[in-house]
T-cell receptor
Framework: DTAVSQTPKYLVTQMGNDKSIKCEQN?????MYWYKQDSKKFLKIMFS???????INETVPNRFSPKSPDKAHLNLHINSLELGDSAVYFC????????????????FGPGTRLTVL | AQTVTQSQPEMSVQEAETVTLSCTYD???????LFWYKQPPSRQMILVIR??????QNATENRFSVNFQKAAKSFSLKISDSQLGDAAMYFC???????????????FGQGTILTVHP
């Protein structure tokens, strides 16, 4: 009964390939996020979706394309992978309904370590 | 733009002792949330404690408490009776309530690595 799950947990691939990371939450939350943690452990928002609608897109290269088929899922597709894409990618979710004010907590998935060779 | 600063890259503490991790932030908002997250070697992000800016009372969760100084924009985490399992990277994070273009994104500090010595 994992709250936020991601697959795969590890992804090793060659430069130039296309790959996807999947995320699912069973908390009934209406907002989902993708964060990137770089080699120095710095965490930065990439995207945010609320009820399947893209809300935040933080100057991420066009090679990254999020897709939210429904409220419980937010997938991340990466085209033409580059060495600099190597990082840990975290999915998170929160409940922000009810007039736009939630308690603020975001629940994180276990992360996907992407290594581009 | 909001920024979060953790000025201590590393801290260490003896088991059973108390340690305080520092965090400062910059914002022009009056309503926001502050969090401390823990990231052990397993890399799972675990919420430790939350503080709403409108609350004057400092949040407490068992051995974890915060010292929230809104005017000084300071949000430190105190861990009492430190345990070996507290060893991890700790992140301070800031968030405005959902709504608008930021829609509740978390802005993180650089992190502080906490070592607990037996």
């Amino acid at each position: 009964d994992t709250a936020v799950s991601q697959t795969p947990k590890y992804l090793v691939t060659q430069m130039g390939n296309d790959k996807s990371i999947k995320c699912e939450q069973n908390l009934g939350h209406d907002t989902m996020y993708w964060y990137k943690q770089d080699s120095k452990k710095f965490l930065k928002i990439m995207f945010s979706y609320n009820n399947k609608e893209l809300i935040i897109n933080e100057t991420v290269p066009n090679r990254f394309s999020p897709k939210s088929p429904d409220k419980a899922h937010l997938n991340l597709h990466i085209n033409s992978l580059e060495l600099g894409d190597s990082a840990v990618y975290f999915c998170a979710s929160s409940q922000d309904g009810g007039g736009g004010k939630g308690h603020g907590e975001q629940f994180f998935g276990p992360g996907t370590r992407l290594t581009v060779l | 733009a909001q920024t979060v600063t953790q000025s201590q890259p590393e801290m260490s503490v003896q088991e059973a002792e108390t340690v305080t991790l520092s965090c400062t932030y910059d914002t022009s908002e009056s309503d926001y949330y502050l969090f401390w997250y823990k990231q052990p070697p397993s890399r799972q992000m675990i919420l430790v404690i939350r503080q709403e800016a409108y609350k004057q009372q400092n949040a407490t969760e068992n051995r974890f408490s915060v010292n929230f100084q809104k005017a000084a924009k300071s949000f430190s985490l105190k861990i009492s009776d430190s345990q070996l399992g507290d060893a991890a990277m700790y992140f301070c994070a800031y968030r405005v309530p959902a709504g608008g273009t930021s829609y509740g994104k978390l802005t993180f500090g650089q992190g502080t690595i906490l070592t607990v010595h037996p």
